[in-house]
T-cell receptor
Framework: DAGVIQSPRHEVTEMGQEVTLRCKPI?????LFWYRQTMMRGLELLIY????????DSGMPEDRFSAKMPNASFSTLKIQPSEPRDSAVYFC??????????????FGPGTRLTVL | SQKIEQNSEALNIQEGKTATLTCNYT??????LQWYRQDPGRGPVFLLL?????KEKRKERLKVTFDTTLKQSLFHITASQPADSATYLC???????????FGTGTQLKVEL
């Protein structure tokens, strides 16, 4: 398996533009997580899905952020409009209670977002 | 409010020594605690999980302890190697692994 796939790996955009980050979880995993990592705040959970259904979005910072999971193999995180303070590395992770006894999360390589 | 604290300063040790990293938490009652390793430019990678009813867990050169009275976990790497240099994150959940709260991580550097 290729692991969790994220695209793009790097994104540079201007303030006010719409940004869409994409994630393909590991096949067979039924939980998907979006995180944001910054030096100041560390790794923060934004939202997670179970079986394609959003379960907890309490970490989504503002209405400018939205996430969807239209099927088991694809999810998007959208920021509209983007602001410089959204600059961070965004990680997608997936997990499955069947994947291992530890129910660990498998992270993608991340998308480094820079908003100018 | 709930808080997880890890050594904010980098830890530098000599090759062959034991590295000990600390994770303290407040206002949590986690069912278990996980440790992850993160290399620059990469996502975190799971290392070990320890449950609330376990005192210690080992995996090769890694050892994790969990003291729910002190609200602390210690992560040890014995016979450390330069390849162990990375940032180590602790993460707490309340069961089910669906919602993890991560510490800010401790950067470890193992020098020759």
């Amino acid at each position: 398996d290729a692991g969790v796939i994220q695209s793009p790996r790097h994104e540079v955009t201007e303030m006010g533009q719409e940004v869409t980050l994409r994630c393909k979880p590991i096949s067979g995993h039924n939980s998907l997580f979006w995180y944001r990592q910054t030096m100041m705040r560390g790794l923060e959970l934004l939202i997670y899905f179970n079986n394609n259904v959003p379960i907890d979005d309490s970490g989504m910072p503002e209405d400018r952020f939205s996430a969807k999971m239209p099927n088991a193999s694809f999810s998007t995180l959208k920021i509209q409009p983007s602001e410089p303070r959204d600059s961070a590395v965004y990680f997608c992770a997936s997990s499955s209670p069947l994947a291992g006894v530890n129910n660990e999360q498998f992270f993608g390589p991340g998308t480094r977002l820079t908003v100018l | 409010s709930q808080k997880i604290e890890q050594n904010s300063e980098a830890l530098n040790i000599q090759e062959g020594k034991t590295a000990t990293l600390t994770c303290n938490y407040t206002n949590y009652s986690p069912a278990y605690l996980q440790w992850y390793r993160q290399d620059p430019g990469r996502g975190p990678v799971f290392l070990l999980l320890i449950r609330e009813n376990e005192k210690e867990k080992r995996k090769e050169r890694l050892k994790v302890t969990f003291d729910t009275t002190l609200k602390q976990s210690l992560f040890h790497i014995t016979a450390s190697q330069p390849a162990d240099s990375a940032t180590y994150l602790c993460a707490l959940d309340k069961g089910g692994g669906n919602k993890l709260t991560f510490g800010t991580g401790t950067q470890l550097k193992v020098e020759l």
